[in-house]
Nanobody, 115 residues
């Protein structure tokens, strides 16, 4: 299973970006999807996820600013990021967890927010 993330870039504080992640995973519609991020020198952290049951989680640090969504027909997951802050900078990774709890990761896309 391969995941391809895109949409990162350089943006000023207060701006917006929309990350996309495409996959050909057969089990996409019954898999949990998530976005993680990792800043330099920091551990990878969960930003948001969407379970196949339709449950959502968003980290407190991005709540009200970031929204995860999915398109099962296109096998894509998105992360809409609004009112970006410099502390949101990092490499963002999409994650797919299958019903058998196998984890797959995309290569990541860099997000840099300038102050």
């Amino acid at each position: 299973v391969q995941l391809q993330a895109s949409g990162g870039g350089l943006v000023q504080a207060g701006g917006s970006l929309r990350l996309s992640c495409a996959t050909s995973a057969i089990s996409f519609s019954i898999s949990d999807l998530a976005w993680y991020r990792q800043a330099p020198g920091e551990q990878r952290e969960l930003v948001a996820n969407n379970t196949e049951e339709g449950n959502y989680y968003t980290a407190d640090s991005v709540k009200g600013r970031f929204t995860i969504s999915r398109d099962n027909a296109k096998k894509m997951v998105f992360l809409q990021m609004n009112r970006l802050k410099p502390e949101d900078s990092g490499v963002y990774y999409c994650n797919l967890r299958t019903p058998t709890h196998l984890d797959y990761w995309g290569k990541g896309t860099q997000v840099t927010v300038s102050s």
